[in-house]
T-cell receptor, first 115, second 111 residues
Framework: NAGVTQTPKFQVLKTGQSMTLQCAQDMNHNSMYWYRQDPGMGLRLIYYSASEGTTDKGEVPNGYNVSRLNKREFSLRLESAAPSQTSVYFC??????????????FGPGTRLLVL | QKEVEQNSGPLSVPEGAIASLNCTYS??????FFWYRQYSGKSPELIMS????GDKEDGRFTAQLNKASQYVSLLIRDSQPSDSATYLCAVNMGYGQNFVFGPGTRLSVLP
């Protein structure tokens, strides 16, 4: 299993450009998440999807859109990038274990610089 | 506002010592608690999960949970330089609920 994969690994954008960050998981997990991580801020949830066909806003959704294309894939789109969106973006998926508890696993991250 | 608090550190310990990392959370209905290790430039890696009051041991790692005090800790015994990383505490309120992360504690194990 590849686990959670993300593309691209690095990206440089100019202000106003758009791009889509791709995420896929091969663990048959229902829930998927997008986070951003900034120095000193920890991980902040942008959007999440509890199941195929559903998405919900997290703590910092402004400036982003998401698509849960199917059970495997969850993409994050920046329609008009701003320097404030310079960050490291992590995708994650989660499974429910034997105890009925949910555990989350992370992809390798995408480093985005907006000039 | 659900919050998870951690000392940002850095926490420095000598090689072979016990490193103690602490985390407090604000929401009493929290059900699941996790510790992640994150090396610089890498993604978070799950190292421990704990759901019930008390201690849970896995190798050199022990997680401790006290729901009454809304407190969870991670002890690393026989600390090694390879343990130097940022440790993230995360809390989940239940299935279908968000995971909330603390800001992380940076641990430095000195040879």
């Amino acid at each position: 299993n590849a686990g959670v994969t993300q593309t691209p690994k690095f990206q440089v954008l100019k202000t106003g450009q758009s791009m889509t960050l791709q995420c896929a998981q091969d663990m048959n997990h229902n829930s998927m998440y997008w986070y951003r991580q900034d120095p000193g801020m920890g991980l902040r949830l942008i959007y999440y999807s509890a199941s195929e066909g559903t998405t919900d806003k997290g703590e910092v959704p402004n400036g982003y859109n998401v698509s849960r294309l199917n059970k495997r894939e969850f993409s994050l789109r920046l329609e008009s990038a701003a320097p404030s969106q310079t960050s490291v973006y992590f995708c994650a998926s989660s499974e429910v274990g034997l105890a009925g508890k949910e555990t989350q696993y992370f992809g390798p991250g995408t480093r985005l610089l907006v000039l | 506002q659900k919050e998870v608090e951690q000392n940002s550190g850095p926490l420095s310990v000598p090689e072979g010592a016990i490193a103690s990392l602490n985390c407090t959370y604000s929401d009493r209905v929290s059900q699941s608690f996790f510790w992640y290790r994150q090396y610089s430039g890498k993604s978070p890696e799950l190292i421990m999960s704990i759901y019930s009051n008390g201690d849970k041991e896995d190798g050199r790692f022990t997680a401790q949970l006290n729901k009454a005090s809304q407190y969870v800790s991670l002890l690393i015994r026989d600390s090694q330089p390879s343990d130097s990383a940022t440790y993230l505490c995360a809390v989940n309120m239940g299935y279908g609920q968000n995971f909330v992360f603390g800001p992380g504690t940076r641990l430095s194990v000195l040879p």
